[in-house]
């Protein structure tokens, strides 16, 4: 199969591509390195059936143009980490919501199967455990920017959900927790890097 990948040079998304290309899929990264990094993708450089392409989820021409091209997308592009969205709070929440809407429309007419990364975050201050997907959501106030996160990702999956029922697009929405592991950088928040940091330091 031919698999765009959105933020296929950060963390989940470059280990995502050595894994489908593992597996003998052909695979497209698009990424604008805002917090990934090529050296992430080193162990793909110059294999035929991989292809980086630097640029952003927010260009709707060059996002129909991959999605045109591909059989299946996982969006995994956005601005993620505590820090990155209290530093930038509008870029952050126009990349959240525009990247995933253009990413969603270019879609559509090829029915092209869409995997919307979103976040345990949208659980928001439920105090019920277990968590479930049903559960009703309750987020902090509008002043505090760090629930924009939360909140745009929430509007991602009605997004999703939306198309999914009125255009029988077929969509899946992951919910992240805590995913952690080599490349992972804390720079922007994360919080198991900025542990494990600290502890060494
Ligand atoms: N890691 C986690 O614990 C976690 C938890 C919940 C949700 N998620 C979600 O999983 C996805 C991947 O997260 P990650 O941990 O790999 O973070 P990451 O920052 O390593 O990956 C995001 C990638 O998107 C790219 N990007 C940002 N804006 C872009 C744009 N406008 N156009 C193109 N690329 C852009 C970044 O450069 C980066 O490579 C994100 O959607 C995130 O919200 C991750």
């Known amino acids: 199969m031919r698999i765009l990948i959105t933020g296929g040079a950060g963390f989940i998304g470059s280990h995502l591509a050595e894994r489908l290309v593992s597996e003998g899929h052909d695979v497209v990264a698009l990424d604008d390195l805002s917090t990934g990094q090529k050296k992430n993708l080193a162990s793909l450089e110059g294999n035929n059936h991989f ?3 630097e640029g952003s989820v927010l260009d709707a021409d060059l996002v129909d143009q991959l999605v045109d091209d591909a059989d299946m997308v996982f969006h995994m592009a956005a601005a993620v980490g505590v820090k990155l969205i209290m530093d930038e709070p509008s870029r952050s929440i126009l ?3 525009t990247g995933t809407e253009n990413v969603l ?5 090829g029915k092209t199967p869409t995997f919307i990364a979103s976040t345990s975050e949208v659980y928001g201050k439920t105090t019920k ?4 997907e049903d559960d009703d959501m309750t987020i902090g106030a509008t002043k505090n920017l760090r629930w924009s996160y939360a909140s745009a990702k929430q509007l991602d999956e009605f997004l999703a959900l939306a198309y999914a029922r009125e255009v029988d697009l077929p ?3 992951l919910r992240f ?3 952690t592991g080599p ?3 804390g720079r922007y928040g994360m919080v198991l890097p900025n542990f494990v940091v600290n502890a060494l330091t």
């Open 129 to 132: 455990f277990p968590f479930a």
């Open 51 to 53: 292809r980086f392409i």
């Open 183 to 185: 490349r992972q950088t």
């Open 171 to 173: 969509v899946v929405v």
């Open 177 to 179: 927790f805590n995913t």
């Open 105 to 109: 429309k270019a879609a559509i007419p």
């Open 95 to 97: 990349t959240n919501i």
